[in-house]
T-cell receptor, first 113, second 109 residues
Framework: EAGVVQSPRYKIIEKKQPVAFWCNPISGHNTLYWYLQNLGQGPELLIR????????DSQLPKDRFSAERLKGVDSTLKIQPAELGDSAVYLC???????????FGQGTRLTVV | GENVEQHPSTLSVQEGDSAVIKCTYS??????FPWYKQELGKRPQLIID?????GEKKDQRIAVTLNKTAKHFSLHITETQPEDSAVYFC????????FGQGTILTVHP
């Protein structure tokens, strides 16, 4: 079984530039999460999808962050414009149903300079 | 919302010793408690989980206990090995997974 796939693995951009991350969850998984992980800290939820519907985006900074999950499968997370403080690892995870094991992707390490 | 506190932040043990990591949660409605292991530069991976209708679960050298009344749960690793060295995260689920801050476990040979 293929795991959660994220791309790119690493991204370096200048501040004020846009950036996008892509996530392909495990086939058949209805629930998809985007987490932000700062160095030395636990993952923090940005947004959760149930199929194509964003059901929890209370922690997503909507002035600069946006996300979509087309057809309830792949998802993209976008930041525009990026700020220095956005430097972190962005993790995507999926689970078959709410409240079951969440499988994580390798993450995208974003560096904003 | 849910708040998860994890202690200690760092833990150093000798190979063969036991290691215990403790977490408390705030929302009594939380009903699923996974533990993740994250090695440097890698993804978090589930090592064990427990649901609120169970008090203890064991898988070889790893065990988790849950005290719903006190709202805390613990990870126990026995006979630690150097390859157990990693960051361990607890989490609590009620509608969404909320993670603790992590424990850096170092097992010295």
């Amino acid at each position: 079984e293929a795991g959660v796939v994220q791309s790119p693995r690493y991204k370096i951009i200048e501040k004020k530039q846009p950036v996008a991350f892509w996530c392909n969850p495990i086939s058949g998984h209805n629930t998809l999460y985007w987490y932000l992980q700062n160095l030395g800290q636990g993952p923090e939820l940005l947004i959760r999808y149930e199929n194509e519907e964003a059901v929890d985006d209370s922690q997503l900074p909507k002035d600069r962050f946006s996300a979509e999950r087309l057809k309830g499968v792949d998802s993209t997370l976008k930041i525009q414009p990026a700020e220095l403080g956005d430097s972190a690892v962005y993790l995507c995870a999926s689970s078959s149903h709410l409240g079951t094991e969440a499988f994580f992707g390798q993450g995208t390490r974003l560096t904003v300079v | 919302g849910e708040n998860v506190e994890q202690h200690p932040s760092t833990l150093s043990v000798q190979e063969g010793d036991s290691a215990v990591i403790k977490c408390t949660y705030s929302d009594s409605a939380s009903n699923y408690f996974p533990w993740y292991k994250q090695e440097l530069g890698k993804r978090p991976q589930l090592i064990i989980d427990i649901r609120s209708n169970v008090g203890e679960k064991k898988d070889q050298r790893i065990a988790v206990t849950l005290n719903k009344t006190a709202k805390h749960f613990s990870l126990h690793i026995t006979e630690t090995q150097p390859e157990d060295s990693a960051v361990y995260f607890c989490a609590a689920f009620y509608g969404k997974l909320t993670f603790g801050q992590g424990t850096i476990l170092t097992v010295h040979p």
